[in-house]
């Protein structure tokens, strides 16, 4: 049963230029959640993609935003990049209409903005 | 706005004791609550998740107390071993309807054990 999967596994960029990270979610779910997490800190909430559509979303700018695919996997976009941007970004899917499950982590992205 | 926070930023224990993290959230409101294991490089990995309607869940090897009066959830290891060793969070759920709302995470505790 694969789990959550993320690619790449690193990535650098400098300051203003775009970046799209991609996730697929754990076979048998079809809600994908994207968090942010900086070094030594919790995860924070970007948004939440389901059927297609963004359904939540956290105290996150514009340049942050996402897209969900008919198969369920999804990708999350950041323009403009910033230093601060610099973060480990993950990925975690869960089903919707189940809200007893909780959210499994996919293995993140490492992303450094130069 | 709420937040979930840790009592204790690190714990260091000895191989075979208990290990107990604690955490204290905000939001009286939050109706389920997830504890994850993260090591280094790696993403977070759920251990145990309790609801609003129980004080107390059981694992293999683990144990979440919830004390809705006091706001604060602990996460109890038994036998401590040195796989343990990662940074431990808690996780906050306000369910919004449909899917789990957004999760919203402490800062973390750091377990190191000692062999």
């Known amino acids: 049963d694969a789990g959550v999967t993320q690619s790449p596994t690193h990535l650098i960029k400098t300051r203003g230029q775009q970046v799209t990270l991609r996730c697929s979610p754990k076979s048998g779910h079809d809600t994908v959640s994207w968090y942010q997490q900086a070094l030594g800190q919790g995860p924070q909430f970007i948004f939440q993609y389901y059927e297609e559509e963004e359904r939540q979303r956290g105290n996150f700018p514009d340049r942050f935003s996402g897209h969900q695919f008919p198969n369920y996997s999804s990708e999350l976009n950041v323009n403009a990049l910033l230093l601060g941007d610099s973060a480990l970004y993950l990925c975690?899917?869960?089903?919707?209409?189940?809200?007893?499950?909780?959210?499994?982590f996919g293995p993140g992205t490492r992303l450094t903005v130069l | 706005g709420e937040s979930v926070g840790l009592h204790l930023p690190t714990l260091s224990v000895q191989e075979g004791d208990n290990s107990i993290i604690n955490c204290a959230y905000s939001?009286?409101?939050?109706?389920?609550f997830i504890w994850y294991k993260q090591e280094s490089g790696k993403g977070p990995q759920f251990i145990i998740d309790?609801?609003?309607?129980?004080d107390k869940r059981q694992g293999q090897r683990v144990t979440v107390l919830l004390n809705k009066t006091v706001k604060h959830l602990s996460l109890q290891i038994a036998a401590t071993q040195p796989g343990d060793s990662a940074v431990y969070f808690c996780?906050?759920?306000?369910?919004?309807?449909?899917?789990?709302?957004?999760?919203?995470f402490g800062k973390g505790t750091k377990l190191s054990v000692k062999p």
């Open positions: 939001n009286s409101a939050s109706d389920y």
């Open positions: 996780a906050e759920n306000l369910h919004k309807g449909g899917s789990q709302g957004n999760l919203i």
């Open positions: 309790i609801r609003s309607n129980m």
């Open positions: 975690a899917s869960n089903r919707w209409d189940r809200d007893t499950d909780t959210q499994y």
